[in-house]
């Protein structure tokens, strides 16, 4: 029976490896692409061996080369966290740029639909709350987040250039801060830092006084967002993320509660450019894709908190 092809750069990442699930559980044969600099094997060692999955261990800033026919391919090649760009800058900028523009190109060969994975981190520091697809952002091109923010901000350009040039049929989401099983301990977020600081019973370290906020969306729910933006014919950008705010320090006490830590919560300065807000405007994804979340922070938390607890031994 004929299978329609999917290729996932960054596939070995967190996200990336829980769409290859989503996209092998609706039939589709999928490639994952990745060069493990911070993706993990592991994330996708239970798709070995399925006749539906490849992997190919490849950087794709470089000339990337696939026969056979590709119908999708979904561009989540990226450094995410801010440890992760911190510390491979030039990297950041080079696949959301250079390597932007090789899957692009494959897409134009093989003429598939092309989704390109970006992020709220485009809106900068907003002074628009809640962010809609339409604010064109308040980003610090020359800052230490700037490599991130502008490498994506680049890669959407050059996106819907090819879609303007060369008639690519492209699909661009803008993604919010999401969690859930397969994110690293130590990949400098605030929820896998303040979970695991909680279970092995130290301090909690939010920056500044804790009153920015972040809005939390839990995978499953992001996936089934991307999933249906990638199947419907919405070229613009569109938000997909879970707007229920709250504030860090909220935010720390909830993780406390959970895991019944005795940790106290200290405060640290505020790293340079960090968003004094967050949260998404999703009327788009309701009205254009009928996607809302479905995942309360509760809900997920605890499954997220469970699957973290097996990684760190007892305080």
Same mark, same amino acid.
């Given at each position: 029976?004929?299978?329609?092809? +999917?290729?996932?750069?960054?596939? +070995?990442?967190?996200?990336? #490896? ?7 559980? $609706? ?10 600099? %911070? ?11 399925? $006749? ?36 491979? /800058? ?35 520091? /907003? !002074?628009?709350?809640?962010?809609? !697809? ?67 019973? !130290?301090?909690? %370290?939010? @920056?500044?006084?804790? #009153?920015? %906020?972040? #809005? ?11 999933? *249906? ?23 720390? !006490? ?39 979340? *479905?995942?309360?922070? +509760? ?7 469970? @699957? ?5 031994? /007892?305080?």
């Amino acid at each position: 029976m004929f299978k329609y092809t +999917a290729v996932v750069t960054g596939g +070995a990442g967190f996200l990336g #490896s829980h769409l290859c699930d989503r996209l092998i559980k $609706e039939g589709l044969k999928v490639i994952c692409i990745d060069n493990l600099i %911070t993706g993990s094997a592991e994330n996708i060692s239970h798709l070995f061996g399925n $006749e539906n999955f490849q992997f190919i261990k490849h950087d794709v800033t470089e000339y990337t080369y696939l026969p056979g026919r590709i119908d999708y391919i979904l561009h989540f090649a990226s450094p995410a966290s801010p440890i992760d760009y911190l510390k491979l /800058p030039i990297q950041t900028l080079k696949v959301g740029s250079l390597g932007t523009h090789k899957i692009l190109g494959l897409a134009k060969e093989k003429k598939a639909r092309f989704l390109l994975a970006s992020t709220s981190e485009v809106y900068g520091d /907003p !002074e628009i709350h809640p962010q809609s !697809e339409d604010y064109w952002g308040n980003v610090n091109p020359i800052g230490p987040r700037g490599v991130y923010d502008e490498a994506k901000r680049f890669a959407e350009a050059i996106t819907m250039a090819y879609h303007r040039y060369h008639g690519i049929d492209t699909r661009i989401v803008r993604i919010f801060n999401t969690y859930g099983p397969r994110m690293r301990l130590n990949d400098g977020r605030a929820l896998p830092t303040f979970v695991s600081q909680a279970l092995k019973g !130290e301090d909690i %370290t939010v @920056f500044g006084d804790g #009153s920015q %906020t972040r #809005s939390f969306c839990y995978v499953s729910d992001l996936i089934d967002g991307i999933y *249906k933006l990638l199947m419907s014919n919405e070229v613009n950008p569109v938000n997909i993320g879970n707007p229920d705010e709250i504030t860090i320090r909220e935010f720390a !006490e909830e993780v406390i509660k959970l895991t019944n830590s005795k940790s106290k919560i200290i405060f640290v300065d505020l790293p340079e450019d960090d968003p004094k807000v967050r949260q998404p405007d999703i009327r788009k994804a309701i009205s254009l894709l009928n996607w809302r979340p *479905k995942i309360g922070r +509760a809900e997920g938390l605890k499954i997220t908190v469970d @699957f973290f607890k097996k990684m760190v031994p /007892p305080a």
